[in-house]
T-cell receptor, first 110, second 116 residues
């Protein structure tokens, strides 16, 4: 059974701080990794994808991948109250499917 | 780019009726589309995977005769919840996968189904 694990949170950070979200996965053969943001009552929105070891930056977001440790993270710099949402980690599961974690709820307080 | 629409956004129906939900990729052709459901404060649950012109592949525990999926074209997939019951009330979300090389999926806005 392929699994993706995330801390459910809530992760509470002050406005302007760095939020660090973590995810581990069980399938060592996974090749694709994604972070989705989901606001309450809305559908997930893709914010980052990463396919190779190292860091990938896009604006205030940085995704980090370590395949040896089977670990992927998302850093959000200069966190804003509008970043408050649930962040879903997803890993390519083969057969075109994504395996989703349960999500980490982030709360950014002014 | 990579916009997925879903219709209707909200539906309320009586127990025993059937409800059809449409999912369209607006600016790309989707090699594969997916249907998920999500209960309040729970994670996404994949129901089925569909490829254009072929039968959908259902996840274990999902009744294929209850949740009918038709993938008529590279831009349209439909989910029909047949003989809906209150326990089918949920948030149904489709996603579409545009590429052959990578697994990224783009989600529609979702359909909130309430069965009375």
């Amino acid at each position: 059974q392929k699994e993706v694990e995330q801390n459910s949170g809530p992760l509470s950070v002050p406005e302007g701080a760095i939020a660090s979200l973590n995810c581990t996965y069980s399938d060592r053969g996974s090749q694709s990794f994604f972070w989705y943001r989901q606001y309450s009552g809305k559908s997930p929105e893709l914010i980052m994808s990463i396919y190779s070891n190292g860091d990938k930056e896009d604006g205030r977001f940085t995704a980090q991948l370590n395949k040896a440790s089977q670990y992927v993270s998302l850093l959000i710099r200069d966190s804003q109250p509008s970043d408050s949402a649930t962040y879903l980690c997803a890993v390519g599961g083969g057969y075109n499917k994504l395996i989703f974690g349960a999500g980490t709820r982030l709360a950014v307080h002014p | 780019g990579a916009v997925v629409s879903q219709h209707p956004s909200r539906v309320i129906c009586k127990s025993g009726t059937s409800v059809k939900i449409e999912c369209r990729s607006l600016d790309f052709q989707a090699t594969t589309m997916f249907w998920y459901r999500q209960f309040p404060k729970k994670s996404l649950m994949l129901m089925a995977t569909s490829n254009e012109g072929s039968k959908a592949t259902y996840e274990q525990g999902v009744e294929k005769d209850k949740f009918l999926i038709n993938h008529a074209s590279l831009t349209l997939s439909t989910l029909t919840v047949t003989s809906a019951h209150p326990e089918d009330s949920s948030f149904y979300i489709c996603s579409a996968r545009p590429g052959l090389a990578f697994d990224e999926q783009f989600f529609g806005p979702g359909t909130r189904l309430t069965v009375l």
